[in-house]
């Protein structure tokens, strides 16, 4: 079958208008417990406690991300065949191609915890798991593996979509796909610079939070403007006519990662929520739980969701007068987190006297050197502020966590470019690759201190300013030029 014999029911999306399904495959897979879980998981964990309105859900994205794949494969695509001919689709069917990169912007995230990332860091990375289950995408794609994928080789003898599990499989693996053309494609769902996964979740993101100043993108026109790489079949360039688009998309992803990702009062939320987390672990053997993925047994994950720790945490609230009860009080009622930020945030840029993009990345990645940094400069802040060093709190963010694939290091500095083009009539003509970090990359660290909350003082806030400026002064003389080694990359634990 076609996608165009296929049968199609439509949602209506806030962002899209409508988004279409059809009730050959993804339909069979919505029915899923697997994708239903994803409605009781915020796409935003504890951001709707700074904007009320940010209670959407996961659900809601993987409905977004499987429209704007399907849109975006469909084009690049067809874009492939007009310029390299249909041998470049490497013998596959187009509408086929296309179906899997829709399934896979549906299941991409089946592989997540409750609340999110902040599960990863409290559960998945705190030791005990194992390694096929440390991250969401290999929670997924062992999800996939033991169960989805079944379901598509069923629907895939009734519609005669005979490669799609393996390519759907290909598309959500952590692993990259060995075939080019599936590279290419597993750009368009995730992994690039603007794909389906990220042009979604800034456009929704914003839209829930209402802070749609920060992340209104006109995805159409970077899609339209990408063409397949002549010189390399697992690329995308962008036509200059884009290049303008590009640069409002990076402004809007740093603007929402500032504004609304890392929002200092979202982060100290999240610090609650990490410590409850934890105490959940240890009563409920969230990490047990995890691990029985890998051996393929789901249930008890399945029941993970948002809104069944929710209904623990308050229950807890009301009821105990336990560690748990008054954290899950605090983050749930009152409102008041016990850390409060005390003066400027000190941001890490390129652009900043003593840094370059090697010395920025290094600082991002390279956890010994967070670990080192951050105990130097408690103890300084804890001097100047007259406190304990348990009583301060240095959270460090990178707004932009890269992807692997599109950052490689050459001997000496980094480079992060973008490939550029010019397409006309029949030729796609490369031009000078676009040096991201003079284009505005938002590559930025962001760096915020926090004390208890009952040992706030106003006196402290231009203290603390002053130091933690001069502080980033003298980690610029210390932090080497190195090449990066990104397999070790984790997002920095709150907890430090």
């Known amino acids: 079958m076609s996608l165009g ?50 209670v959407h859900t996961r659900f809601q994205h993987s409905l977004g991300v499987m429209h704007l794949a399907g849109a975006m494969a469909e084009d690049i695509l067809r874009k492939l065949v007009r310029f390299q001919g249909r041998e470049a689709l490497e013998g596959y069917n187009l509408d086929e191609l296309v179906e899997a990169a829709r399934v896979a912007g549906l299941i991409h995230d089946i592989g997540h915890g409750p609340f999110g990332h902040t599960f990863e860091e409290a559960v998945l990375w705190r030791g005990g798991v194992r390694e096929e289950v440390a991250n969401h995408e290999r929670i997924g794609f062992e999800i996939y593996r033991h169960t989805i994928r079944g379901l598509l080789e069923e629907i895939s003898r009734r519609t005669g979509m005979d490669n799609l599990p393996r390519l759907v499989g290909e598309l959500i693996n952590y692993r990259e796909p060995g075939s080019g053309l599936l590279k290419l494609l597993r750009k368009v769902v995730k992994d690039s610079f603007y794909p389906a996964d990220v042009l979604d979740f800034l456009r929704r993101d914003s839209y829930y939070a209402g802070t749609s100043e920060y992340g209104f993108i006109n995805y159409e026109k970077l899609y339209k403007n990408t063409y397949p790489n002549p010189e390399d079949p697992s690329d995308l360039v962008l036509d200059r006519s884009g290049i303008g688009e590009f640069r409002a998309y990076m402004s ?118 967070k670990a080192k940094a951050l105990a130097g400069v408690r103890s300084e802040l804890a001097r100047l ?20 694939s599109i950052i490689y290091s050459i001997k000496g500095e980094p480079k992060i470019v973008l490939g550029t083009c010019k397409a006309v009539g029949s030729r796609i003509v490369l031009d000078t690759p676009l040096d991201l970090v003079s284009e505005g990359l938002p590559l930025t660290i962001i760096i915020r201190t926090y004390v208890k909350r009952e040992k706030y003082n106003l006196d402290l806030e231009a203290k603390f300013s002053s130091l933690i400026e001069d502080f980033v002064d003298r980690l610029a003389q210390e932090v080497r030029e190195e090449p990066i080694s990104l397999e070790e990359y984790t997002h920095m634990k709150i907890t430090s």
């Open 5 to 54: 014999s296929f049968s199609w029911k439509e949602i209506s999306d806030p962002i899209y208008g409508h988004v279409y399904y059809n009730r050959e495959v993804e339909e069979r897979l919505l029915g899923t417990i697997q994708l239903q879980r994803l409605r009781y998981i915020m796409q935003l964990q504890t951001a709707h406690l700074v904007y009320p309105g940010a």
């Open 252 to 369: 809007a992803r740093t603007s929402m990662y500032q504004h609304v990702y890392y929002h200092s009062v979202a982060r100290a939320f999240d610090r609650i929520l990490y410590e409850i987390l934890v105490i959940l672990d240890e009563e409920l053997g969230l990490r047990s739980i995890v691990n029985e993925v890998a051996e393929g047994r789901i249930e008890d994950f399945m029941l993970l969701t948002d809104a069944g720790l929710y209904h623990v945490m308050l229950k807890e609230a009301v009821r105990s007068s336990s560690r748990l009860g008054y954290l899950s009080r605090t983050l749930l009622i009152e409102r008041k987190p016990m850390w409060k930020r005390v003066g400027r945030e000190a941001t890490v840029t390129p652009f900043r006297k003593g840094w370059s993009v090697g010395k920025v990345l290094r600082l991002a990645y390279d956890k010994s050197i």
């Open 385 to 404: 502020g007259g406190l304990p060093e348990e009583d301060i709190w240095i959270d460090i963010v990178d707004i932009t966590p890269l992807p692997r």
